[in-house]
């Protein structure tokens, strides 16, 4: 998920990239959702969400999504 959106292969997503990654499956979130993720995600500010940051949100959204289906 986020290789696919991190399109300068830089391993960061800007903004934008973080919430298509978000919005191209079915998670069912709103835009206040994923702004909500973000600034979770976001811890040092920089407005850029790197590997590291995005790891914790990743797991827990793929969890939330396991346990839906199941």
Same mark, same amino acid.
């Given at each position: 998920? =986020?290789?696919?959106? @991190? ?7 800007? /903004?934008?990239? =973080? &919430? &298509? ?5 079915? /998670?069912?979130?709103? &835009?206040? @959702? ?7 995600? @976001? %811890? @040092?500010? &920089? %407005? ?5 940051? =995005? ?6 959204? $793929? ?6 289906? $199941?």
């Amino acid at each position: 998920m =986020f290789g696919a959106v @991190d399109t300068k292969n830089n391993g960061k997503l800007t /903004y934008s990239q =973080f &919430e &298509e990654s978000f919005n191209t499956l079915t /998670y069912g979130l709103d &835009e206040n @959702d994923v702004n909500m993720l973000i600034a979770l995600a @976001d %811890e @040092d500010d &920089e %407005e850029l969400i790197d590997w590291q940051e =995005f790891l914790p949100i990743g797991i827990e959204m $793929i969890k939330t999504m396991l346990h839906r289906n $199941i």
